[in-house]
């Protein structure tokens, strides 16, 4: 039986590595390996000299994180279509403002596919310092580098991130208005009303990682997208069972749905001056265990 000395303190801090290893995957899966790896760390080591346990099982976790992301690296050249960041089915910031700076304030699908532009030291400084708010000092110690390296490469991050994150809107209202009517028309598969709500250069991102039906390209322009998720909102009909449904996605409204067979999609539109600008949609079934134990209104 496990120790409450050893369970209870892990278990305090177990939300924070799955953060800090979440920002730093892009996967669900890896982030609760990472998390699991990290115990059992934890459960081995001499805790004696242990003066802070939080900044140790961060540590920790980052160390494990970083090691998997430079292995991931070379998987994903080899990825069928787009890749996406595995989507997190997430509490609303107003519903429980503990979650919310746990994750942190930056966890959108859209932040987590610039993130995959850095390297792996850049990505881990820049989750490190910029989303959680660790000092340069201790980004320094956690990853085995100098202050001023941290620095020169949470700049080079922070430069990178901010030249290629698209402006999106924040206001919460809307963007769930507008992903309402955003999945009714799509569910109805009604092309003009799907086009009201969308801007001309909108972009769609779909991956099906070669596990589902998906675009191997994204699909630009308004028209484009409008017909592609109107004819998905068709075919939905002959998915037994299919459930979609309005959802936090990554911090944000969101869509998923689920089937008979378990997790069907998840998808989160970013909306600029009230349009949808981009869509990004994830069917491959391997990235939607972030999904599983999410409820919707019948309780699936």
Do not use: C
Not at 30 to 38: I, R, S
Not at 46 to 56: F, L, P, T
Not at 102 to 117: C, I, K, P
């Amino acid at each position: 039986m496990t120790s409450p000395a050893l369970l209870e303190p892990f278990n305090r801090h177990r939300r924070l590595l799955f953060a800090v290893a979440y920002q730093m995957l892009g996967s669900v899966a890896d982030a609760e390996d990472v998390v699991q790896d990290a115990w059992l760390r934890w459960s081995a080591a001499d805790r004696g000299d242990v003066a802070d346990e939080r900044a140790y099982l961060v540590t920790i976790t980052s160390r494990l994180a970083l090691d998997r992301l430079r292995a991931a690296r070379t998987r994903r050249e080899t990825y069928v279509g787009p890749w996406l960041p595995e989507p997190l089915a997430t509490t609303g910031p107003a519903d429980d403002p503990a979650e919310a700076a746990e994750l942190g304030d930056r966890v959108s699908l859209a932040l987590l596919v610039v993130l995959e532009t850095l390297s792996p030291l850049e990505r881990a400084v820049f989750v490190l310092a910029e989303v959680f708010g660790l000092p340069a000092a201790e980004v320094g110690r956690v990853l085995g580098r100098s202050e001023a390296a941290v620095r020169q490469l949470a700049h080079r991050a922070r430069q990178h991130v901010e030249a290629r994150q698209p402006r999106f809107d924040t206001d919460r209202r809307t963007a769930r208005a507008v992903t309402e009517r955003f999945l009714a028309a799509a569910v109805g598969g009604d092309v003009g009303s799907l086009l009201e709500v969308l801007a001309p250069d909108v972009v769609l991102v779909t991956d099906g990682g070669g596990r589902a039906k998906a675009a191997l390209r994204p699909i630009e322009g308004a028209e484009k997208v409008a017909r592609f998720m109107a004819a998905v909102g068709t075919q939905g009909g002959t998915v037994p069972g299919l459930r979609v449904e309005l959802a936090e996605v990554n911090g944000a409204p969101g869509l998923l749905a689920w089937s008979d067979d378990g997790p069907y999609l998840a998808a989160q539109l970013l909306l600029v001056d009230g349009r949808v600008q981009q869509v990004l949609l994830v069917r491959n079934p391997d990235k939607l265990g972030g999904i599983a134990a999410a409820s919707v209104g019948d309780g699936t």
